[in-house]
């Protein structure tokens, strides 16, 4: 792999605010739902800026097929990639300020049908690996080179039909596939290794033939420069998989590692006190 | 079937991948994919490790960058289907009935309907076809999980020949469709070569005394019975409701307003299948005509080899007479 690849400073910069942006806009968009997966997003806030801001291939045209793909196994995150969304122009800034309110197309979860961005629609955990197989096996086979990012959540290893995919995509040898785990340790009963424990997952991948990464998923500049290896380096002959270490809830002191937050709702005055903490702080 | 190892002399010995043979209406599915692939439409197949069973070998060995085998694994082939069909492909995936609307009916709501894809999902050895195979192999729910999932259209075709018509008709359908087929070995009722109309009920007679209104398998032995009966002099009509979503409504409603006694017949259970849909318009308006549901009566089937069954169940043209004798009066 290539050791060139890693970000400008200046770069990072920008990325580490767009990371901030994404956190500071699921407060404000939960506070018009009054309820919404605040600790969710913050997990996979530099995931989130590293893809749309920096890996992904874009172009303002939603639809156009030679797009990256992304698809959210974990859609309940869907709060903070709306946002991004509004941000590229891919859907109007009054839409997102109408977020969940009757009518609107955005909701907890993502919807391909009715919102212009979303490369699919999500919500029942467990399948969107299957998809974004599908993706890749159709990109390949037709000859277009997009690279298929998969967000999955560490809860979501529980579900059987993510190992159907990940047997059926390294059969394949899909190297445009990219799974990344959001290893936040956290799922809406508890901590993942007292719910159901999920690892080691890395060898659990690597087992089924996938081409493992293990990252700080809050480390914007490492994760960048991993993920820009990979599309780099697109002859591996295997899928690749991210497990990216992060915190639940990171940025806001008093979510990290706090299970309840999973779903909740800051009043006025904490979501403010919240909103002061992301912009104090450089993660 | 020739005996082609040495191991094997008898004429009627056949093995696993000589089952097309033995099914030759499932050939109709990969007839229909390889004329729409000849015809340059970007079409793709898939199978859960039932290649042999339904016949897409031979879609395969013709086309075989446009077959994906997805193992034992029929939700995500599923969801991989939705997937596939983002970049402009339009997937058929088969797998037995029983594994495709019931064991993947999420995937099928989430990411074929609900995302609105036109992926093509053929559930085939449908209902009772697999005999003694048993329950785990049998799908008599299909119709009812499917029917309940919006905007998605469900065909059962009565024979093959009707299958690779469907199929072609398929291509120019812009919504998910759910194909629930026999095993194939159901008599042929039609010519491959004939037009298939998607939501179109197809009459075969028209009848005062009674209509019956069947799909799938048991559509041959009702033409049959109706024709029977006419010619003793008995005014029954004849319906294959192929579509049976959306559901012709008007050919019910004309049926029911012609007849004193429609006659539902699916190879289903009587609940959620053909009979409960046609209920519901009767219901809704008014009909004065009696409805009789004739099918599986809300159990889980026995196992036999499937021609007993058929006949156990009433399935068969034996049993539909007897039924329709009983409605009308003519013992």
Redesign the interface.
């Known amino acids: 792999m290539r050791n060139d690849l890693r970000p400008s400073e200046a770069e990072i910069e920008r990325l580490r605010e767009r990371a901030q942006f994404v956190r500071l806009e699921t407060i404000r968009l939960i506070e018009i739902a009054k309820t919404g997966h605040y600790s969710s997003v913050f997990s996979a806030a530099e995931i989130f800026a590293a893809l749309y801001y920096d890996v992904m291939r874009l172009s303002d045209d939603p639809k156009w097929p030679d797009r990256d793909r992304f698809l959210m196994g974990k859609g309940h995150a869907a709060v903070g990639l709306f946002p991004i969304l509004a941000d590229k122009g891919y859907i109007p800034r009054d839409v997102l300020d109408g977020y969940t309110r009757l009518g609107n197309p955005l909701g907890d979860h993502p919807d391909m049908r009715k919102v212009s961005g979303v490369d699919f629609s999500s919500g029942s955990i467990g399948h969107a690996l299957s998809n974004g197989l599908g993706m890749a096996l159709g990109g390949r086979m037709q000859n277009r080179d997009f690279f298929t990012f998969v967000m999955l959540g560490d809860g979501e290893m529980q579900e059987g039909q993510v190992w159907e995919a990940a047997t059926v995509a390294a059969h394949y040898g899909l190297s445009r596939l990219v799974a990344i785990v959001d290893r936040n340790g956290f799922q809406l009963d508890g901590r993942v290794d007292e719910m159901m424990g999920v690892e080691p997952l890395d060898e659990k991948w690597r087992a089924f033939g996938w081409d493992v990464h293990v990252v700080d998923g809050h480390d914007i500049a490492e994760l960048t420069t991993l993920m820009r290896r990979i599309k780099a380096d697109d002859t591996a002959g295997k899928p690749r998989c991210i497990i990216a270490r992060t915190l639940k809830g990171k940025g806001v002191s008093y979510m990290e590692e706090e299970p309840g937050w999973h779903l909740g709702y800051l009043a006025p005055e904490d979501a403010e006190a919240a909103r002061a903490e992301i912009l104090s702080k450089v993660i | 079937m020739s005996a082609k190892t040495a191991s094997r002399t008898s004429e009627a010995s056949w093995h696993y991948r000589e089952l097309n043979m033995k099914n030759p209406g499932l050939d109709h599915l990969s007839n229909g994919l390889i004329t729409l692939a000849e015809a340059g439409h970007p079409v ?1 197949a898939g199978s859960a490790d039932l290649k042999y069973s339904n016949g897409l070998n031979r879609f395969a060995e013709r086309f075989p ?2 077959y ?1 085998g ?2 034992i ?1 029929e ?2 082939m ?12 339009v ?1 058929y995936v088969a797998t037995f009935a029983s594994f495709l609307g019931l064991l993947a009916c ?2 099928i709501r ?2 074929v309907a ?3 894809l036109p992926v093509r999902l053929i559930g085939h050895h449908t209902g009772i076809s697999m005999g003694f195979y048993g329950t785990s192999h049998h799908a008599t729910e299909d119709i009812g999980t499917m029917r309940s999932i919006a905007d998605l259209t469900i065909v059962s075709p009565a024979d093959g020949p009707q299958l690779e018509a469907a199929i072609r008709a398929s291509i120019d359908h812009d919504r998910p469709i759910y194909f629930r087929t026999g095993r194939g070995r159901e008599p042929n009722v039609y010519d491959p070569k004939a037009e298939f109309v998607f939501g179109r009920a197809i009459e075969h007679a028209v009848g005062e005394e009674l209509t019956i209104i069947a799909c799938g398998l048991p559509v041959h032995p009702s033409i049959a019975v109706a024709r029977k009966l006419a010619s003793e002099g008995r005014s029954v009509g004849m319906l294959d409701m192929a579509t049976v979503k959306p559901l012709d409504r008007d050919a019910v409603l004309a049926a029911a307003a012609r007849s004193r006694v429609i006659l539902t017949i699916e190879e289903h259970n009587i609940l959620g299948g053909l009979g409960s849909a046609v209920a519901e318009i009767l219901a809704e308006e008014g009909s004065p005509a009696r409805l009789v549901r004739h099918g599986i009566k809300d159990e889980f089937a026995l196992i036999a080899p499937p021609s007993h069954l058929y006949a156990h169940y009433e399935l068969d043209e034996a049993g539909i007479e007897r039924i329709a004798r009983e409605i009308i009066g003519a013992g």
């Open positions: 793709v960058d446009r994906f997805f193992g694994a939700q995500n599923v969801s991989a289907a939705a997937g596939l069909a983002t970049t402009g492909l997937p999420e995937q989430m990411d609900y995302c609105a």
